[in-house]
């Protein structure tokens, strides 16, 4: 969805590495999520936010932070990437709807 | 917490057949389903979904099934086209969870021209 954007698209980096993905979005929603996707695994929720004041952890938090900069943005940071942690990540936003989610295109992160 | 499990994880099907995708869930206060569609290269997008208050819907080609006493959920896509070649993604929703969604494995569908 073009109103959901994520940078990069594609990162390659290497392990003890600190990373920053970032998320943007143009809907006017309040409620943000990151995603990682693996495959045979599903998409995993790994922190997702209610508005700017609220960050809460989802099922697969460590070795990961975020930031909720403004409403329309939110970043997902490795403080110190791993190899395990190579995966296709996602954001996704909802809004008055909430349980309706709007997906970005995603971020595949390599971890050498 | 919920779980949800999809089967099967590959599906393969020529065109014009249906394909039929089902998922199971363990929370018995999940009462939201929708299902999401994930192309190439793409994030995955709502195609359908369904509450619990509903036991069936379709949209044109798509149908959704509940069956709330066996927790269970089925996407049908009928006369299928090649475009609908992709991974597919059922997931599951409580009232109570403010919105977080808990998804299945996914199912990789082929439809051989």
């Known amino acids: 969805d073009a109103d959901v954007t994520q940078t990069p698209r594609n990162r390659i980096t290497k392990t003890g590495k600190r990373i920053m993905l970032e998320c943007s979005q143009t809907?006017?929603?309040?409620?943000m999520y990151w995603y990682r996707q693996d495959p045979g695994l599903g998409l995993r929720l790994i922190y997702y936010?209610?508005?700017?004041?609220?960050?809460n952890k989802g099922e697969i938090s460590d070795g990961y932070s975020v930031s909720r900069q403004a409403q329309a943005k939110f970043s997902l940071s490795l403080e110190s990437a791993i190899p395990n942690q190579t995966a296709l990540y996602f954001c996704?936003?909802?809004?008055?709807?909430?349980?309706?989610?709007?997906f970005g295109p995603g971020t595949r992160l390599l971890v050498l | 917490g919920e779980n949800v499990e999809q089967h099967p994880s590959t599906l393969s099907v020529q065109e014009g057949d249906s394909a039929v995708i089902k998922c199971t869930y363990s929370?018995?206060?999940?009462?939201?389903f929708p299902w999401y569609k994930q192309e190439l290269g793409k994030g995955p997008q709502l195609i359908i979904d369904?509450?619990?208050?509903?036991g069936e819907k379709k949209d044109q080609r798509i149908a959704v099934t509940l069956n709330k006493t066996a927790k269970h959920f089925s996407l049908h896509i009928t006369e299928t086209q090649p475009e609908d070649s992709a991974v597919y993604f059922c997931?599951?929703?409580?009232?109570?969870?403010?919105?977080?969604?808990?998804f299945g494995q996914g199912t990789i569908l082929t439809v051989h021209p």
């Open positions: 929370d018995s206060a999940s009462n939201y």
């Open positions: 809907k006017g929603h309040d409620r």
């Open positions: 996704a936003t909802s809004g008055d709807r909430k349980e309706t989610q709007y």
């Open positions: 369904i509450r619990s208050n509903v």
């Open positions: 997931a599951a929703s409580t009232g109570t969870s403010y919105g977080k969604l808990t």
């Open positions: 936010s209610f508005d700017v004041k609220d960050i």
